[in-house]
């Protein structure tokens, strides 16, 4: 039996705030959370921008001497699980624990962490090294530590794909609720990898911008000026819940999901196919898992990365699955103003998702000025736009080929 799946709690950290008022405020304002880099020397890097959470205060949330066991990503993880549970008001009992589960997503885990131990380890040798620093590294600690802070004993799994993993793991989490492996599943994604390595990486694979001079002007996607991506950082988690749960205990429910999609290119390690072929069988997929008529989506919240091969496979995409309907889709990308978190995107993007339909409110694509011709969709440039969004796609898609998309749409008994 398929049972119904609900957003029932919310939690953010981005470089647009911590908490998920304050980013929505700033987001459907249009205002951009890329800066200068500020967490190592760039003088000889070629990229020296990135959106770097700015207010985060770790011992708003932690004791202080947990938080020095803590990669900076994990921490993010659990403050915004911590933030969906409370929004959730849902209390975990020894009578429903083992019916609660975790599941995370995240694309490289605590890198900034191994760049520091490694350095550690050529100047001072091997016994410098801490005791914490595998369960401070590793991609599945975010979920597994939000499992002990909320005594959540249910299933407790940790999707890493690429920029593809906050996405899968909601899409995950909606599968254990509906086919009824738990009641409760908190989920989302997580990343924070702004270091000197990652940073060197990702540009010596040229996908991330070089617009130094004008940080805030960087991640223009769809934009014909558009010239790659900007690293970001943070958290988004959702608490997912069975629908007569939720009901029964007179939950706020900000959006149903009801559809997920999930396909591999087999093309390339970082290049979708020209006609975004993977992409385009993903949101497919979550159409049809959603039982809705394409006329029944007004919004999607895109991937939209703002790198020259991305936005434009993936409006090919679109334009393949919804046909004449296309036209009539708000697609905005909302990487335009938080930069790209990598593994934790899918997350935020959900989150973003679903208040788009609780608030019926379409965030903007800012920085679109002059619109590539290859992109030819109504992006929402520069405005949030108060509309009717009754249901909306958020996509996602990963190095390696792999695609993810959650369908959500607004409930009704």
Known sequence: MKRRVVVTGLGLVTPLGTGVEKTWRNICSGVSG???ITRFDTSEYGVKIAAEVKDFNAEDFFDKKVIKHLDLFVQYGLAAAQMAVKDSGLIITSQNCERVGVITGC???????IEKYHQVSIEKGPRKITPFFIPMVIPNMPSGQI????????PNLCLTTACAAGTHAIGEAYRHIRYGMCDVVVSGGTEAVICGLGVAGFSAMKALSTRNESPQAASRPFDKERDGFV???GSGIVVLEEYNHAVARGAKIYAEVCGYGLTSDAFHIAAPPE?????????RMAVEDSGLALENFDYINAHGTSTPLNDKCETQAIKSVFQSHATQLAVSSTKSMTGHMLGAAGGIEAVFTALSIFEQIAPPTI??????????LDYVPNVARKMTIRAALSNSFGFGGTNAVLAMKKVTD
């Open 147 to 154: 499992s002990m802070a909320l005594n959540a004993k249910g």
């Open 231 to 233: 690293m970001s950082e």
């Open 275 to 283: 006609n975004g072929e993977g992409g385009m069988r993903a949101m």
């Open 107 to 113: 694309g490289m885990g605590g890198l900034p962490t």
């Open 34 to 36: 890329i800066d200068l």
């Open 367 to 376: 920085n679109l000025e002059q619109p590539d011709p290859d992109c030819d």
